[in-house]
């Protein structure tokens, strides 16, 4: 696996892999990697010929408030799975390298940027917008895989991507949870097992609405109702939001006629986190 600090380097490598015309797949990441990130790479693996995989905490996409100084880094041990997975190309920049003191320029996305997360973490997804137009432009990748977890995140840099027209496929790859439900998260680790516990309470509010949806509830009022009765029960998680929107442009529906997204964030303890499941009829 080669390791590339700088963006020379990571540039350099992209360019080689598209000179052979080889496929190349990007990763984004932000490290503290877990089986969620590597099904990623997976998917990578059988799509690609060359597959790059991106280490860097953003640092943008982070509130004042935020939990940016603690946020897991464990470059080692993500080295480690990365080479176990046959990656190619690592690409772990420092923040003076990716941001040059001064920069003005930002990467929004209008409207999208400010629903679901982006309304609960004002200016998070122009972060997010801004470092992966970044990332497309130093590795040029011909395919960039995300994975349905962050599904604000994607519908947001799906727009960015038409509408600044990057040459770049977005593949979305499915959730991936731990044996008891809970969607993998880096942000995982901070849960002690009381909150380990009550954070299963994302996901049966899903499960539930889930439920209520296949019996035949369309009204999308009336499936947010069931999912806060389920967080009624669970008082030490504070809701941040549960909404059903569509799936591309984050609005929020009336009745479900066609594949709509029903998003959840709460605070468990201090620690953020989110799931969605996509309601299909």
């Not at 969620?36 to 408030?65: E, M, W, Y």
Request: overall charge neutral; aromatic content about 6%; glycine content about 6%.
């Amino acid at each position: 696996m080669k390791i590339s600090a700088t963006i020379l380097e990571a540039r350099t490598a992209g360019r080689e892999a598209r000179a052979s015309r080889k496929r190349l797949g990007l990763v984004p990441t932000m490290g503290a990697l877990h089986e969620g990130h590597l099904s990623l790479v997976r998917a990578a693996k059988i799509q690609c010929d060359v597959v790059a995989v991106s280490i860097f905490v953003n640092p943008t996409q982070f509130g004042p408030t935020e939990d940016l100084a603690k946020y897991p880094r464990q470059f080692e041990r993500d080295c480690a799975l990365l080479e176990e997975e046959n990656v190619d190309i690592l690409f772990a920049p420092s923040v003076d390298e990716m941001y040059k003191k001064g920069d003005p320029t930002w990467v929004t996305v209008e409207g999208l940027s400010d629903r679901l997360d982006g309304h609960s973490r004002p200016g998070h997804f122009r972060g997010v917008t801004t470092v992966v137009a970044k990332l497309f432009h130093v590795i040029g990748p011909d395919v960039a895989f995300f994975g349905q977890k962050d599904a604000a995140q994607v519908a947001v840099i799906r727009r960015m991507v038409r509408d600044l027209n990057f040459s770049v496929d977005i593949a979305v790859c499915p959730i991936v949870r731990e044996p008891d439900g809970l969607a993998m998260s880096s942000r995982n680790a901070y849960l002690n097992p009381e909150e380990r516990q009550r954070a299963l309470v994302l996901q049966r509010s899903l499960r539930h609405v889930q439920e209520a949806f296949r019996a035949g509830e369309k009204h999308a009022a009336r499936l947010i109702t069931a999912a806060r009765e389920v967080f009624g029960k669970e008082p030490q998680v504070r809701l941040d939001y549960f909404e059903i929107v569509d799936p591309n442009t984050l609005d929020p529906v009336e009745e479900i006629t066609g594949n709509t997204l029903a998003a959840v964030a709460a605070y468990v303890g201090s620690t953020r986190l989110i799931d969605n499941v996509v309601l299909i009829p």
